[in-house]
């Protein structure tokens, strides 16, 4: 079992940046691939982000690319995602996920934070 705590959202200018935090409880975090994923007002829930189990692998919706960087520290049970550049149709929701599986589909994850909201504005 993981609980996820997401923090790090606010309201930012485009143009700035926003590092992301996912907390999670328990001692097999460093078992598990970490997802990040949005959902914006009105839109469903999207894949932004996520990482192998060990940090060896990462990959990016190409809406992001470029501007995210995702990192976890197995020693704290923290997963990151560091959002530069940002622009105003980034703002949603944010949520972490852990799961056996690195990938994109929202259902290879078993665990989801409650998410942090991120606005940008113009």
């Known amino acids: 079992q993981v609980q996820l705590v997401e923090s790090g959202g606010g309201l930012v200018q485009a143009g700035g940046s926003l590092r992301l935090s996912c907390a999670a409880s328990g001692r097999t975090f460093g078992t598990y691939a970490i997802g990040w994923f949005r959902q914006a007002p009105g839109k469903e829930r999207e894949f932004v982000a996520r990482i192998s189990w060990n940090g060896a692998s990462t990959y990016y919706a190409d809406s992001v690319k470029g501007r995210f960087t995702i990192s976890r520290d197995n020693a704290k049970n923290t997963a990151y995602l560091q959002m530069n550049s940002l622009k105003p149709e980034d703002t949603a929701v944010y949520s972490c996920?852990?799961?056996?599986?690195?990938?994109?589909?929202?259902?290879?994850?078993?665990?989801w934070g409650q998410g942090t909201q991120v606005t940008v504005s113009s």
């Open positions: 996920a852990a799961g056996i599986t690195a990938a994109q589909t929202m259902g290879e994850y078993h665990y």
